[in-house]
């Protein structure tokens, strides 16, 4: 998991990147955004929005 301030400008660098979405931007009920793509290796990574 990579926690960042700004969940929806990192989703447009890592797509303006080139990389395809596992899963896009989600509201989750614990109450946090992400969304998930694999790095180069299939590596699954999950980029949501820091606590507070």
Partial sequence: ???VDDVRAARER???AG???IADLTEQPWGL???RFADPDGFYLR???RYG
């Fill in 1 to 3: 998991m990579i926690d």
């Fill in 14 to 16: 890592v797509t303006a």
């Fill in 19 to 21: 990389v395809e979405l």
């Fill in 33 to 35: 955004t992400d969304f």
């Fill in 47 to 49: 980029v949501t929005n």
